[in-house]
Structures are given as structure tokens and as C-alpha cells.
């Protein structure tokens, strides 16, 4: 059963959505022992929080160079930007961790949703319900990126997101079929979260 800070979730990970893990991990391990090394990346990074990759060629580059060092492959697209809908998702996914108030990273972090649902939980009056709502309607990646930016700017120190899990549904939420299973999924998990819900398992029954 999952935790009061935390739930249960497929953690398969696409190609980019373990680069993810992997940039996170060396941006926090860095960040531990009081480097600058990966400080300047992340600054360019945080450029791009809410808007789309193709708004800034420099800090997208620098993305890409840190996504391919932790091991993705690159592949040839037509795409009007370039990049394919995991390179896409990778690269918000990292600008969102940039700009969040919380800089260090676990893969035990929750889903986008349940993230959303605990900071509400806390703080009834917070302006992230707002942008929760916002977020149901978005039917493009502009505006669900904008939408990201701004709720995870709101989000304390002590909830943590799986960004290499938002990255896998970053990527589903570009196929139109995808789209809405995606909002769902996440609105579920914030009400699971709000209303401290746990599912019973089969054996509960």
C-alpha cells in the first residue's frame, strides 16, 4: 500500500524518461557536495520552464547534450521543432524540475497529480487548486507546460515529483488518443492524495 507521502506507480521507463532519472540524479548529486558544476545548466534550464523547447535553441541545446551524455539515443524526426515527442517531453521534464522550489531529486517521488492533492491537503487556501482545474482542460502541450510551471513553482520542499515518471506522461499526453487518460490518471491521484484515500486491495475485500 502506498504511502502518506507517496503512491504505488508503474515505474517502467521509456528511453527519455530514464535519461531524466539519470540528468536528475547527477544535477543532485552535485548539488550535494556544493559544486557549481551542473549550476549553469540548470539556470539555462529553467528558461524553458512553461514555455515549449523550440522558444529557446540555446537552453534546449543544453538539454539535449546532457540528455545524450546520460545515455539517449538520438533519433532522425521531421518534426516543425526537431525533436520527437520523448525528446520534447524529456526537456520540459527537466526545465519543470529547474524551476521548482524543491532542487533535490528522488525517484521515489510521486506522481504529478498525488503532488498537486498533498500540497492542497496542506494548505487549503492555495492558489494550486486553481491551476489544477486549468490543467483539466489543457488539450496541447503549450498550455499544459505553462499550466506545469506554474504548480510546480507552488509546491514546498517536502513533496518530491517522479519527473522521470512525468516524462512518460508527458509523452502520452502528445498522442491524442492518450491525452485524456493522462488528466485522468492525474486527476484521480490528486484526489487520492486530498482525501488521504487508500484502495483496498483485492485481499481487503
Known amino acids: 500500500m502506498a504511502s502518506d507521502n507517496n503512491i504505488e506507480q508503474n515505474r517502467w521507463l521509456t528511453s527519455e524518461a530514464s535519461a531524466v532519472d539519470s540528468v536528475l540524479s547527477k544535477i543532485d548529486y552535485a548539488e550535494a557536495k556544493g559544486s557549481m558544476e551542473m549550476r549553469g545548466d540548470v539556470a539555462r534550464l529553467r528558461r524553458i520552464a512553461g514555455r515549449m523547447p523550440s522558444d529557446d535553441p540555446r537552453a534546449t541545446a543544453v538539454a539535449i547534450e546532457l540528455l545524450v551524455k546520460a545515455g539517449l539515443p538520438l533519433k532522425e524526426v521531421h518534426?516543425?521543432?526537431?525533436l520527437t515527442n520523448g525528446e520534447r517531453a524529456a526537456i520540459i521534464s527537466l526545465a519543470l524540475h529547474s524551476a521548482a522550489h524543491r532542487r533535490s531529486y528522488s525517484?521515489?517521488?510521486?506522481?504529478?497529480?498525488?503532488?498537486?492533492?498533498l500540497k492542497m491537503r496542506e494548505d487549503e487556501k492555495?492558489?494550486?487548486?486553481?491551476?489544477?482545474?486549468?490543467?483539466?482542460?489543457?488539450?496541447?502541450?503549450?498550455?499544459?507546460?505553462?499550466?506545469l510551471s506554474r504548480a510546480v513553482r507552488r509546491l514546498d520542499d517536502s513533496i518530491n515529483i517522479d519527473y522521470a515518471v512525468l516524462t512518460n506522461d508527458l509523452i502520452l499526453f502528445q498522442n491524442p488518443e492518450k491525452r485524456q487518460s493522462v488528466l485522468n490518471r492525474?486527476?484521480?491521484d490528486y484526489y487520492r492524495a486530498l482525501y488521504n484515500y487508500k484502495e483496498k486491495s483485492d485481499s481487503d475485500e
Do not use: E, N, Q
Open 79 to 82: 518534426s516543425d521543432d526537431g
Open 107 to 117: 525517484p521515489d517521488g510521486t506522481s504529478f497529480g498525488h503532488a498537486i492533492g
Open 126 to 147: 492555495s492558489s494550486i487548486k486553481t491551476v489544477m482545474k486549468s490543467i483539466t482542460f489543457d488539450d496541447d502541450l503549450v498550455s499544459l507546460s505553462y499550466d
Open 186 to 188: 492525474w486527476v484521480k
